[in-house]
C-alpha cells in the first residue's frame, strides 16, 4: 500500500493549495493512506459512528462557525476527542480562517499537523481528491512502449529485439505520439483508468533504436509528437511470426489481459517479413476505436455472410 507523508505534502502543494503550516509542527511524518478527504461536522455535533479518521480532515465555514459557539473548554474538548487517532494525518482550515486559540494548543499538543488555505472547500476539495489519487494509486512497472495513436493509448508488448522501438518510432513518424519507451509506469486512477507514463524524468521522450543508439524524439521530431502520459486503452502483443501457429483471421473472438486488475482489450501481432507494424498498429487502434463506439467490423461481416447464406437458400428453395 502507498503511503504519502504529510511533510511531503506540504512541500509539493504550499504554492498550488496556498497552504501554511500553522500548528502541529512535529507531525509532519504523518502519513496520508486514502486519497478521500473528510469534513468533521457531525464528529464535530457529537456523532463519531464511521468517523474515517484516516482522511485528510477540512474544516470550512460551518465547521469553524460552530467551533467559535463553544467555550474554549468546549473546543479543547471536542478537537481532541476528534483528532487524537494516531491515523488522522492532517488538519485544513479553508477561506483563510485564523485558527482559534484551542486549535492551536491542542493540534500542538497531538502533533497533528495544522494546516490553512485561503481557498473555499469546494475550490481545495477535488484539487486535494485528484492529488491524493495520483499520489497514492497502485502502480505497476512494465516492460513496452505506449504511444497514443489517433488519440488512443496503446502499448506495445513484446520480446526484446523484435522490434517493439522501431514501431513506435514509425508511428511517431506517421504523425503519432510517443510517451514511453522501454519501461512504462502504470498507474490505476479512480474509475478504473490506467495511466501510463515514463518511468524516469531521464528517459522522458527519448527512445533507444539498436545500432543508432539513444535519440531524441522531443527535439527530433517536435512537441507534437510527444506525451507525457496517456490512457491505455488497447495492448499489442508482438511475436515472431510462426507457421505452425493458427492466427486470428476473422477477429470474432475478443481477447483481453489484466493490468492492476483492470481488464483492457489485447491483440497478438505476428512478426515476419513484409509486414509494415505502423500500419497494422493504427489499423487497430481504428477498429478499437469503432468497436467502443459499438461497431463491430467482424459481427458486422459475419451478418453479411449469413444473410447472403440465407438469401441464396431460398432462392434455391424456388
Request: charged content about 25%; glycine content about 8%.
Amino acid at each position: 500500500m502507498k503511503v504519502l507523508k504529510v511533510g511531503t505534502f506540504i512541500k509539493e502543494k504550499t504554492n498550488d493549495f496556498k497552504l501554511e503550516l500553522v500548528a502541529g509542527k512535529g507531525g509532519l511524518e504523518r502519513v496520508v493512506t486514502v486519497p478521500d478527504v473528510n469534513r468533521p461536522g457531525l464528529a464535530f455535533a457529537g456523532y463519531f459512528e464511521h468517523m474515517p479518521y484516516e482522511r485528510v480532515q477540512i474544516i470550512g465555514i460551518a465547521e469553524f462557525t460552530y467551533l467559535q459557539s463553544l467555550t474554549h473548554k468546549e473546543q479543547r474538548k471536542m478537537l481532541t476527542k476528534v483528532f487524537s487517532p494516531k491515523q488522522v494525518p492532517c488538519c485544513i482550515i479553508t477561506r483563510n480562517f485564523n485558527p482559534l486559540p484551542s486549535m492551536a494548543e491542542v493540534f500542538d499538543e497531538l502533533n497533528v499537523p495544522l494546516l490553512k488555505t485561503s481557498l473555499s472547500s469546494s475550490q481545495l476539495l477535488s484539487d486535494l481528491i485528484y492529488y491524493f489519487d495520483e499520489k497514492l494509486a497502485p502502480s505497476q512497472k512494465l516492460h513496452g512502449v505506449l504511444s497514443n495513436v489517433y488519440g488512443l493509448g496503446v502499448f506495445i508488448r513484446g520480446k526484446s529485439g523484435i522490434g517493439k522501438s522501431e514501431c513506435a518510432l514509425e508511428l511517431v513518424k506517421r504523425g503519432h505520439m510517443l510517451v514511453s519507451d522501454d519501461l512504462v509506469e502504470i498507474t490505476k486512477r479512480s474509475g478504473h483508468t490506467l495511466i501510463g507514463k515514463s518511468n524516469s524524468d531521464i528517459m522522458k521522450h527519448l527512445m533507444e533504436i539498436r545500432g543508432i543508439g539513444i535519440i531524441d524524439i522531443k527535439n527530433m521530431f517536435g512537441v507534437a509528437n510527444i506525451l507525457d502520459e496517456s490512457k491505455i486503452e488497447l495492448v499489442i502483443n508482438l511475436v515472431a511470426w510462426d507457421e505452425t501457429i493458427e492466427y486470428e483471421r476473422l477477429g470474432l473472438k475478443e481477447y483481453y489481459t489484466e493490468i492492476l486488475g483492470v481488464k483492457i482489450p489485447e491483440l497478438t501481432i505476428p512478426v515476419g517479413p513484409g509486414r509494415n507494424l505502423a500500419i497494422i498498429v493504427e489499423t487497430a487502434s481504428l477498429n478499437q476505436r469503432l468497436k467502443k463506439n459499438g461497431y463491430f467490423s467482424a459481427l458486422e461481416f459475419t451478418k453479411k455472410i449469413k444473410s447472403e447464406i440465407k438469401r441464396k437458400s431460398k432462392n434455391n428453395e424456388k
